[in-house]
């Protein structure tokens, strides 16, 4: 792929996705340069849009192509390579981007599209600065994102709190194991209760 590049552009990486809207499932999509000039920029996108964008990122592979997928397979059989994606147009919070090929031809694209496609290709993405002058932050952690991490945190210690409760009662007699079952009961922690009762049923 040759290092072609757009005009007056700044390239930008996925920073990530976050919750804009639960009601009607729209999400922020969320740039960051990588140039160092410390600028982020924020679109809206539809649920499918940042779905099929979290399954690329996350590597999760399904039988079948989803519909970017296929957008690849279409590009990489008419024999030309994606040269980028640049984010060069905003009018009243609706951004505008053009997909550029190698063999000359530019389409027309929604931002979401066209970033769920570069990523695949492994292209590269630009925003216009005059973009970047009137649509971009200053770089920070953001709201969303620090929620997820926090989640994520939190179920990551209750994962590793689980499984070394999970070893304690593993070392525990059948007796034992009874007593620690009515407990559970009596303190209304039937997950717990469950546990036990598989681990018992195990010992008889």
């Known amino acids: 792929m040759n290092e072609a590049r757009p005009n007056n552009s700044t390239q930008f990486n996925i920073y990530g996705i976050v919750p804009y809207d639960k009601i009607n499932g729209s999400y922020n999509l969320i740039l960051k340069d990588t140039e160092d000039l410390g600028k982020m920029v924020s679109i809206a996108i539809g649920g499918p849009e940042a779905q099929s964008i979290a399954i690329f990122l996350e590597g999760v592979e399904f039988d079948r192509p989803f519909t970017h997928d296929l957008i690849c397979n279409i590009i990489m ?15 009243e919070q609706t951004y505008f981007a053009t997909m550029a090929f190698s063999d000359g031809i530019m389409t027309d694209c929604r931002p979401s599209d066209g970033v769920s496609v570069a990523i695949r290709m492994g292209s590269p993405i630009f925003i216009n600065n005059d ?32 499984k070394k409760k999970k070893n304690e009662l593993l070392s525990l007699s059948k ?5 620690k079952l009515s407990e559970a009961i009596e303190k209304e922690d039937y997950e717990l209760a469950a546990k036990i009762r598989d681990l018992i049923s195990k010992k008889r």
């Open 77 to 91: 059989d008419r024999s030309v390579d994606l040269e980028y994606v640049v984010i060069d147009d905003v009018l």
């Open 131 to 162: 973009v970047i002058d009137s649509m971009s932050f200053e770089y920070r952690s953001v709201k969303g994102m620090e929620e997820s991490n926090e989640e994520k945190e939190k179920e990551k210690k209750k994962a590793g709190s689980s």
């Open 175 to 179: 007796e034992e194991l009874d007593e």
